[in-house]
């Protein structure tokens, strides 16, 4: 029953996007809020990050956009008064933060509850030595472990828990010093450097069961003892991958009944002992070879799991986490998806799900690319079918990355050997890898002892390879034509292997029929009637999606895809923004999207929703069942912008800004008239196609030079070259990947960046505000601190800043969304880029202006004007009060990634810092990105020549707040001639103990480290800069970052003036 | 080869024949489990059906024959989206599609087995013939009429044990003697009982009471079974008897619906029944939830129950029909669910140690 004595609740989200912690906890929160309020409970949400669709004024009652710390959040509590706090759904952050207010007794003192999971269950789960205390009470065996701190403690314990174990010394990030010792001999060597690397002199020394299946069960339970499993899953990859990077299938392939119960058991049995109230993620480890397994670990809480099993099974187990927090049993709850049945059941699914991760490794290209226990990837695709095979195709193609099938990377020039070492060394590319060696004829039984992967995925690998093998040699026939769609292959990989071309194989498909139907995800296997507008394609089936005559308009959204680098959540947020506009101007809308973290994927976002990749051919599939009024493809970042083409060539009409006008953006020849039409400048530039070609038009524009590929997002493959040799390299590089279109070729001109995101009508033009970014230009404009209102610009500038605008979005006859980023030298303004579409600053923007921009882009897409909207158009009043973004990185778990900033962005996530005093602004942004200083007040100063003058006011500012500097020679002469006290450390390549050893030591607080330009001065540093990311030092390689890093330091205080966004006033 | 299957309202799917190429008419039902395809082939209450599995790959871990439920294969034919003859478990000693051919099931891949089980659903259970013949057109009406005219007899006869047997606990004993009244009973209510230190006696469907009872037993366990219940009129005389004994009884599925007709009640035919190992069942003294492993096409009337002899004890979540009944004045606790699962959750495997201690009060 609800519990009525729950009133109001503050929900603590999950902060910036990091690798780890991403789009799912805007996913869970988003449920969970609306679940709240739908009992009439009024919700205060506590969330740093402004990107989540979460911390909207329409999701909760009362919005704070502010760090995730202690400190904040009893401020909240203290001024919203909140009688209950949920603390499960904010991934990781959001529990410590409640546990950490628990143990205060902060909760108890101002008569807190907390609701959903309680603190004692929470530790049971969290706190190593409790949960093994537990485990063993109940029975659940986990695999034996002991913490040493001497040799000789260690070789005993080892000895005791039985050869292989695994050594992980405390305390080093990136599991550096550990490994997994067959016997004594190797033991001693790893423990003896474990022991030293450990700041705490400390070693766990565990039984390995590495190579062990690793099977995860999604489990719910109520105050009055009920239990169900959600789902159950079952990661490919053996223990000792990160489940996170593991290519996940649902529900579980290999496992009898016997097995498969014996686990769901004990994932019951446990959290009725840790009296879960909501969801819960158990994750085990059973061996292959018997019955024997271990608990690996609990997670008292929703996670990414949980939001996979959601969208595998069409169980909202947020919603209904949510609702169990407010008192209700399983059993009374309504599945949302039968309208029928009740929450308390188990799915059955009808169906093969498969998640792949998305890894980050086109944009760290120098980085480790071995998959192991720390999560490596920032997004996940998932995809449905009825078999393995078809899953693991449409995962593939739905990763965005090149792929569409097993021939993808080409190895033929890898010799066997060496293919066999790439398996063994479990990498990214571990599929294709395998597949090529099952075609050279290794057997399925010895890539499973090579990779301890499970043969039965194996062999349908060899299903897919036996199929490749078919289309290359077989004359092609309807009957293998069917086989081969069953098995998703493509229509564009079955034309390359066949020798057909795609469009013969289309008509073939079309004259034969074999076309996809769609089959409803509906909880319960076709057993109850289903309402649920969820679907995935299949072929040779009969089609459950019929389009109803519902006298609408359909609108297609093209969702954005995986989260990565560079297209994170904030486009999910448009997406669903769109979505629920049209749905308002009275439209159908129709969600095609494939990332089972985010809200739009929701069921019950938009009328249907298509789980399906974001290719042509997929998206043709639903085109031609719906026939959309038209497509919207402004929302959805770059993965719905290549679509518009083919769109249209389906005879979809794209609403808003035309196809050709976004390429008139796009195509640097096209723009460039655009630019002499209008009279805008920009750097001057050229486009290139090799290697030649760019490095004239360097020499004609003098270095440096900008170097990028076009059609790209998020600067990806974008460098600042300062010599011929630089140009050779980066063209080089950008070559590698796929590219079809050509290069640019810029001057690099330094100044300050601006940006804006406007609404145009063709008419008028509504601008929110500017943004003006701290860092120089040279650096993306995702990795900058961006600040809302624009603070240095000239009001000259700011005109024709404005003037631009207008120009530009009537000459690419923008109706809707334009992102426009310049350059500003004194009074000057240069154009960088221009994107006629929908832009991660975005929901940043919208939040802090009050103005809801995606929602008034849509309407104007609708045929609306900005007049009728009740706006007038131009640049809005500025706020008062100062908005800053400030990017948030996840360098300390891509092992080998160079952590500097340059055009290429590198953040993973952001967070706002808000206040009417710019630097208490500043401080909260640095506190919300997990910047808390100062600890240690030490810090390290190596600058670049061109930096040396700028440094010494900012080192004396740090001096003044107490910090003691070291500084690399040419730094420290400059520091002291400026007057800054500072000592002098050597450079890394000079003898010890050098400026490693002041890293190592564990006791520095900030290196600002910039680097020169060029490739090979990047590589200089690096080794600074990756220990000290590693060690949990913050690493700054910008000036201008370090100026804002030292006026937030000065601004600190305890006492921070927290704002509720809903109430700011425009 | 193609199979077809063709349904008594003359819907027919085709797809690949797996298994052995007969033909055979059976009911068809559906079963929603994800895991346990052995344990259902194997389950005797499927005597005279055909089974749908609605999970698309099944065959994936192979056979392990030490999950049989019992010496047989039950279903006179099995129908799935996808049978995979690529075994991985540690335990697997065959694969599917060998197992079948060797029992001479007939056996269909690749149909739509989502648009079957909707079918079913809305037009409820039917007949249906597994065939790898062709019929022309004018044959239909025929084949169409036996197909019709099929039903499930004899189910219990063909299921249960030709004699009485005893067999030793398993666990440490606790000095009792269990009848197990044998209507097809799964191996896993022996193996419960067993495990339990119980020494059980199967006794055959065709047992009288008299002979039940002459055995002296301390409980009376009457098993699953297939069927229509009423069918069984020896078995539910039988019963009448037991009731007026004063012996502890725990009845599972069939035995549980026979003891409801034994005393007076009356049981319908669910328009497409539960077959899956996610069916939500409440106890109705305690309010708790409990996900049960099912497998039936009849249920107990509670209509037609006489609270004075019998009160409600669960239900089903779902769709609100009986999952059990406590006698009054009786040491009797039936229900229509499975405790002893195999295949599905163990969470209401508890009842067997209530079982226990109705004996030992």
């Known amino acids: ?1066 | 080869m193609k199979a077809y299957l063709i349904l008594e309202d003359g819907t027919t799917f085709c797809g690949t024949c797996v298994g052995a190429p007969a033909e055979v008419i059976a009911e068809i039902v559906f079963n929603t489990s994800m895991t346990g395809y052995l344990e259902i082939l194997t389950d005797p209450s499927y005597c005279g059906q055909a089974v749908v599995f609605t999970y698309p790959l099944i065959g994936n871990y192979g056979i392990c024959f030490d999950d049989m439920e019992s010496k047989n294969i039950w279903p006179k034919a099995m129908i799935a989206r996808g049978i995979s003859d690529i075994p991985s478990n540690f335990r697997s000693e065959n694969t599917l599609p060998n197992l079948l051919k060797r029992y001479h099931i007939p056996a269909i891949s690749g149909i739509d087995t989502r648009a079957l089980t909707k079918h079913l659903r809305t037009a409820g259970t039917m007949n249906g013939m597994i065939t790898t013949k062709e019929y022309l057109p004018d044959d239909l009406p025929k084949i169409l009429a036996k197909i019709r005219g099929y039903k499930v007899t004899d189910g219990v006869r063909l299921t249960t044990a030709k004699e009485a047997e005893e067999f030793a606990p398993t666990g440490p004993s606790i000095g009792k003697r269990v009848a197990l009244y044998d209507m097809g009973e799964k191996e896993n209510i022996l193996r419960s009982l067993r495990a339990r230190g119980i020494t059980v006696k199967n006794f055959p469907a065709t047992a009288s009471a008299k002979e039940i009872l002459a055995y002296k037993p301390d409980g009376i366990m009457i098993s699953n079974g297939p069927g229509d219940p009423k069918d069984n009129f020896h078995v539910i005389k039988e019963l009448k008897e037991i009731y007026a004994s004063d012996i502890p009884v725990f009845a599972i599925c069939l035995g549980h619906q026979l003891m409801a007709l034994a005393t007076g009640a009356d049981t319908y035919k669910l328009p497409y029944g539960h077959r899956g190992a996610n069916h939500p069942v409440k106890d109705l003294e305690t309010g708790r939830v409990y996900i049960t492993s099912q497998n039936h096409g009849y249920a107990v009337d509670m209509k037609t129950v006489d609270p004075k002899i019998a009160v409600a004890a669960y239900e089903n979540v779902n769709d609100k029909t009986n999952e059990g009944l406590r006698y009054v004045g009786r040491n009797i606790l039936t229900v229509q669910f499975h405790p002893e699962a195999s295949p599905g959750p163990k969470d209401t495997e508890g009842l067997f140690d209530r079982f226990v201690e109705m004996m030992e009060a």
């Open chain 1, 1 to 1066: 029953m609800l519990d009525r004595s729950i009133k109001k609740v503050l929900v603590i989200g999950s902060g910036p996007i990091v690798i780890g912690q991403a789009a799912e906890f805007d996913y869970a929160g988003t449920q969970a809020c609306k679940a709240l309020r739908e009992e009439g409970v009024e919700v205060v949400l506590l969330n740093s990050n402004p990107a989540t669709i979460m911390t909207d004024k329409d999701v909760a009652d009362h919005v704070y956009i502010e760090p995730l710390s202690v400190e904040v959040a009893m401020k909240v509590i203290e001024q919203e008064k909140p009688d209950s706090l949920l603390a499960t759904l904010g991934g990781q952050a959001g529990l410590n933060m409640a546990m950490a207010l628990s143990e205060r007794g902060f909760l108890e003192t101002h008569n807190v509850r907390l609701i959903g999971t309680g603190t004692e269950g929470i530790k049971k789960a969290e706190d190593r030595l409790l949960f093994k205390e537990t485990m063993a009470k109940i029975g659940e065996p986990v695999a034996a472990s002991e913490v040493v701190s001497s040799l000789e403690d260690g070789v005993a314990a080892a000895a005791r828990i039985g050869y292989p174990v695994v050594l992980r010394p405390a305390y080093t990030l990136g599991g550096a010093g550990g490994g997994i010792a067959e016997n004594e001999e190797q033991c001693r060597t790893i423990l003896e450097n474990g022991l030293r690397l450990s700041r705490v002199h400390e070693v766990l020394v565990e039984r390995c069961i590495a190579g062990w299946k690793e099977i995860e069960y999604e489990v719910m339970r109520d105050h009055a003892g009920n239990v169900i499993t959600v789902c159950s899953m079952e990661n490919i990859d053996p223990v000792g991958v990160h489940t996170g990077d593991s290519v996940v299938v649902a529900p579980t392939q290999t496992l009898a009944d016997k097995e498969y119960q014996m686990l769901r058991s004990a994932a019951l049995n446990i959290i009725q002992e840790l009296k879960i109230e909501g969801g819960c993620n158990v994750q085990f480890a059973l061996d292959p070879e018997s019955f024997e397994y271990c608990v690996i670990e609990v997670n008292p809480r929703v996670s990414r799991s949980s939001a996979l099993a959601s969208k595998a099974t069409g169980y909202p187990i947020a919603k209904v986490a949510a609702k169990i927090a407010l008192g209700y049993t399983l059993d009374e709850i309504k599945n949302a998806v039968t309208g029928k049945t009740y929450a308390c059941f188990e799915p059955a699914l009808d169906y093969c799900v498969v998640k792949m991760p998305r890894l980050p490794f086109d944009k760290f290209v120098t980085a480790d690319h071995h998959l192991s226990t720390q999560m490596k990837a920032t997004g996940e695709v998932m995809a449905i079918s009825s078999c393995f095979e078809g899953a693991l195709m449409k995962a593939m193609r739905s990763l965005e990355q090149h792929v569409d099938a097993l021939l993808s990377y080409d190895y033929s020039a890898v010799d066997d050997n060496a293919l066999r070492q790439m398996i063994s060394d479990t990498d990214d590319r571990r599929i294709w890898t395998i597949a090529e060696a099952m075609r050279r004829g290794m057997s399925g039984y010895e890539i499973h002892m090579l990779t301890k992967i499970d043969e039965w995925f194996i062999k349908k690998i060899g299903n897919l390879l036996d199929m490749e093998q078919r289309l290359s040699t077989e004359p092609m026939s309807v009957q293998l034509l069917r086989a081969a769609k069953h098995m998703e292959y493509p229509d564009g990989v079955i034309a390359k292997l066949s020798g057909m071309t795609e469009d013969e194989v289309y008509a073939m498909r079309m004259e034969n029929k074999i076309t996809a139907g769609f089959k409803m995800v509906d909880t319960c296997a076709a057993e109850f009637d289903a309402m649920t507008p969820y679907y995935y394609s299949d072929y040779s089936v009969e089609n459950e999606a019929l389009p109803e005559d519902t006298g609408k308009k359909k609108v297609l959204i093209l969702g954005s895809g995986p989260i990565r680098i560079g297209q994170g959540i904030e486009f999910d947020f448009c997406s669903v923004h769109s979505t629920w506009a049209f749905a308002k101007e009275g439209y159908e809308t129709i969600i095609i999207n494939n990332n089972p973290e985010t809200v739009s994927t929701d069921f019950d976002t938009a009328d249907k929703l298509y789980f399906e990749p974001l290719t042509a051919e997929d998206v043709r599939n639903v085109v031609e069942l719906e026939h959309p009024d038209g497509a919207v493809v402004q929302f959805g970042g770059q993965t719905a912008i290549k679509l518009s083409q083919q769109l249209r060539g389906m005879g979809v009409k794209i609403l808003g800004t035309a196809p050709e006008d976004v390429d008139a953006a796009e195509d640097r020849e096209r723009f460039d008239e655009v630019l002499r039409k209008t009279g805008i400048r920009r750097p001057e530039g050229h486009t290139v196609f090799t290697e030649e070609e760019a490095r004239k038009a360097a020499a004609e524009l003098g270095y440096p030079v900008l170097v990028r590929p076009s059609y790209v997002l998020g600067g990806q493959g974008m460098q600042i070259a300062i010599n011929d040799q630089d140009v050779t390299e980066y063209i080089r590089q950008i070559n590698r990947i796929a590219q079809e279109h050509p290069i640019l070729v810029d001057k690099y001109i330094r100044g300050t960046e601006l940006e804006i995101d406007a609404i145009c009508d063709g008419q008028d033009i509504l601008i929110p505000g500017i943004m003006e970014h701290i860092e120089r230009t040279g650096i993306h404009s995702g990795d900058s601190i961006s600040v809302y209102p624009a603070q240095s610009i000239s009001q000259k500038a700011k005109e024709t800043l404005l003037r631009y605008t207008g120009l530009l979005a009537r000459e690419l006859h923008v109706i809707g969304m334009i992102n426009i980023q310049f350059i500003a030298k004194d009074d000057d303004v240069y154009i960088i880029e221009v994107n006629p579409r929908s832009s991660r600053t975005v929901p940043y923007i919208s939040k802090v202006t009050g103005i809801p921009i995606v929602a008034l882009a849509t309407s104007v897409i609708c045929g609306h004007t900005i007049r009728e909207l009740g706006y007038t158009p131009g640049l809005q009043p500025e706020a008062g009060y100062y908005a800053i973004k400030m990017p948030v990185f996840s360098f300390e778990k891509i092992r080998g990634a160079d952590i500097s900033l340059g055009p290429e962005m590198k953040s993973t996530g952001e967070c706002l810092g808000i206040s009417t005093d710019f630097g208490e602004a500043l401080y909260k942004a640095f506190l919300g990105a997990g910047v808390e200083l100062p600890h240690y007040y030490k810090m390290v100063i190596t600058v670049k020549d061109e930096d040396k003058e700028d440094i010494v006011p900012i080192a004396k500012r740090f001096a003044d707040i107490g910090y003691k500097i070291y500084a690399t020679r040419g730094t420290y002469e400059a520091l002291q001639k400026g007057g800054v006290a500072c000592e002098k450390t050597r450079k890394v390549e000079e003898e010890s103990p050098n400026i490693l050893d002041l890293v190592l030591g564990h006791e520095l607080d900030i290196v600002i480290d910039t680097p020169r330009d060029g490739a090979k001065n990047h590589r200089d540093g690096f080794l600074i800069r990756r220990n000290a990311v590693e060690t949990g030092v913050n690493v700054l390689t910008a000036i201008d970052t370090a100026q804002a890093l030292v006026t937030s330091l000065e601004n600190r205080k305890k006492d921070l003036c927290i704002v509720d966004i809903t109430k700011l006033s425009r």
